[in-house]
């Protein structure tokens, strides 16, 4: 087959072009557009994010349902209604004139969100290309590693030239006229059923065969638990890394400097998982992702504004959080297989929406009762105790499969 026409070529770099697009839009759209809309608005900069958390909870409510309509009508209709959906939420979010319709439109934009972002997108690839799932999900995510950093810049500049209204009203025109065509027309092939069966390296041989029954639904819940407990972490250094780095010691402009690496860091961990973890199992390269965290936070509680510790900790954990993006979509599919992986996505999507929802908000309440210092204690001990649970799974994982695979007397 010419490569020109491989389904996973094809799907990879049109989904590629819309997850850049579509999170950097939707998802990290205040990054750059918060200061501007509570000077406009005169509203706390607390109540702009909250907008952002609704968006939250309304994906981790709905994501169950999303998985299992993904399942049902395929990935390919609900990425495209979902674009949709994102570019009605932005429009009514340039429109909005006071709190209410503001938390509506980001209801909207959560409820597009989910349909079209990284979960989604992971189960379109499974079915666009069943036996090289794992491999189309880590190339679909060097893609996504610098969403935030390009549509900063373009957010900056648009909100310069056109206000935060424009911006807003422009980012929903390029989801139209960008990310629809690309969703509906780049998961239009798929690979056929003797390509899937003829496969020469099936994926799955190395991470044996998927559990059932009892055993998959205690394999869901564990894992959906170890991304909560990882959620939590992450939740609270993508909104507030450079308060982070200046608590460390950094002064305002280093600290934007050392934070803007993490994308590196992202970028970098995973071209080493497709290049070095490609042979490993899935629960593999999830151990050894969540097992850079811990570490990490060490350099950071004892770095006392040392710039080169500081930088390394900033790229390890870019890099930690570039590799569990790709786990979160490949150890459902080496341990659950591709029978109904959008429901088994959803499922466990909802818990961690939930807890990256109201993690900030737990961590600024421990902040003002401790202090910085004293809080990143609680997530040193929120990544141990993830680093504990994913080796117990992965104990109890080779156990059941085990089991599993032994015949019975």
Same mark, same amino acid.
């Given at each position: 087959?010419?490569?020109?026409?491989?389904?996973?070529?094809?799907?990879?770099? #049109?989904?590629?072009?819309?997850?850049?697009?579509?999170?950097?839009?939707?998802?990290?759209?205040?990054?750059?557009?918060?200061?501007?809309? #509570?000077?406009? @608005?005169?509203?706390?900069?607390? @109540?702009?994010?909250?907008?952002?958390? *609704?968006?939250?909870?309304?994906?981790?409510?709905?994501?169950?349902?999303?998985?299992?309509?993904?399942?049902? +009508?395929?990935?390919?209709?609900?990425?495209?209604?979902?674009?949709?959906?994102?570019?009605?939420?932005? /429009?009514?979010?340039?429109?909005?004139?006071?709190?209410?319709?503001?938390?509506?439109?980001? =209801?909207?934009? &959560?409820?597009?969100? $989910?349909?079209?972002?990284?979960?989604?997108?992971?189960?379109?690839?499974?079915?666009?290309?069943?036996?090289?799932?794992?491999?189309?999900?880590?190339?679909?995510?060097?893609?996504?590693?610098? %969403?935030?950093?390009?549509?900063?810049?373009?957010?900056?500049?648009?909100?310069?030239?056109?206000?935060?209204?424009?911006?807003?009203?422009?980012?929903?025109? +390029?989801?139209?006229?960008?990310?629809?065509?690309?969703?509906? =027309?780049?998961?239009? $092939?798929?690979?056929?059923?003797?390509?899937?069966?003829?496969?020469?390296?099936?994926?799955?041989?190395?991470?044996?065969?998927?559990?059932?029954?009892?055993?998959?639904?205690?394999?869901?819940? /564990?894992? #959906?638990?170890?991304?909560? /407990?990882?959620?939590?972490?992450?939740?609270?250094?993508?909104?507030?890394?450079?308060?982070?780095?200046?608590?460390?010691?950094?002064?305002?402009?280093?600290?934007?400097? *050392?934070?803007?690496?993490?994308?590196?860091?992202?970028?970098?961990?995973?071209?080493?998982?497709?290049?070095?973890?490609?042979?490993?199992?899935?629960?593999?390269?999830?151990?050894?992702?969540?097992?850079?965290?811990?570490?990490?936070?060490?350099?950071?509680? !004892? %770095?006392?504004?040392?710039?080169?510790? =500081?930088?390394?900790?900033?790229?390890?954990?870019? %890099?930690?959080?570039?590799?569990?993006?790709?786990?979160?979509?490949?150890?459902?599919?080496?341990?659950?297989?591709?029978?109904?992986? &959008?429901?088994?996505?959803? =499922?466990?999507?909802?818990?961690?929406? !939930?807890?990256?929802?109201?993690?900030?908000?737990?961590?600024?309440? +421990?902040?003002?009762?401790?202090?910085?210092?004293?809080?990143?204690?609680?997530? /040193? #001990?929120?990544? +141990?105790?993830?680093?504990?649970?994913?080796?117990?799974?992965? $104990?109890?994982?080779?156990? %059941?499969?085990?089991?599993?695979?032994?015949?019975?007397?």
């Amino acid at each position: 087959m010419s490569w020109r026409s491989d389904p996973l070529v094809i799907s990879v770099n #049109a989904l590629g072009i819309t997850q850049i697009t579509a999170w950097g839009t939707s998802y990290y759209c205040l990054g750059v557009l918060a200061k501007p809309i #509570a000077a406009d @608005t005169g509203w706390n900069i607390s @109540t702009i994010f909250l907008g952002f958390s *609704v968006a939250l909870v309304t994906m981790g409510l709905i994501s169950t349902w999303v998985g299992r309509l993904i399942d049902r +009508i395929g990935a390919r209709s609900v990425m495209s209604i979902g674009t949709v959906i994102v570019s009605v939420g932005l /429009l009514g979010l340039s429109q909005m004139r006071d709190v209410a319709t503001y938390f509506v439109a980001w =209801l909207v934009i &959560g409820v597009g969100m $989910r349909c079209c972002l990284y979960d989604a997108a992971f189960a379109a690839l499974v079915q666009a290309v069943p036996s090289r799932g794992r491999t189309a999900i880590s190339y679909l995510t060097l893609y996504g590693a610098y %969403a935030s950093t390009v549509f900063w810049v373009i957010g900056h500049y648009l909100n310069e030239s056109y206000g935060w209204r424009g911006t807003l009203l422009i980012f929903a025109a +390029i989801n139209l006229a960008v990310c629809l065509p690309l969703n509906w =027309l780049g998961l239009s $092939r798929r690979e056929s059923t003797t390509e899937t069966a003829t496969a020469k390296t099936p994926e799955r041989t190395q991470d044996g065969p998927a559990l059932e029954g009892r055993r998959r639904k205690v394999g869901i819940a /564990l894992f #959906a638990l170890i991304m909560s /407990l990882n959620g939590f972490v992450f939740g609270v250094v993508s909104l507030q890394l450079v308060p982070l780095l200046e608590a460390a010691g950094l002064a305002g402009a280093a600290a934007v400097w *050392v934070a803007s690496l993490k994308g590196h860091g992202q970028f970098g961990g995973r071209l080493v998982e497709i290049f070095f973890g490609k042979n490993l199992k899935a629960m593999t390269v999830a151990r050894i992702a969540i097992g850079v965290l811990p570490p990490a936070l060490l350099l950071l509680m !004892l %770095a006392r504004g040392e710039f080169w510790l =500081l930088v390394t900790f900033t790229l390890l954990l870019g %890099a930690s959080q570039g590799v569990i993006t790709i786990v979160r979509g490949a150890v459902p599919l080496a341990l659950f297989g591709t029978q109904g992986y &959008g429901a088994v996505l959803g =499922l466990i999507a909802t818990p961690i929406l !939930l807890v990256n929802a109201f993690s900030p908000a737990v961590f600024a309440l +421990i902040v003002d009762q401790v202090g910085w210092q004293n809080a990143l204690y609680a997530l /040193l #001990a929120c990544s +141990i105790l993830t680093l504990l649970a994913i080796e117990l799974m992965s $104990r109890w994982y080779e156990g %059941a499969r085990t089991g599993k695979t032994t015949p019975t007397a």
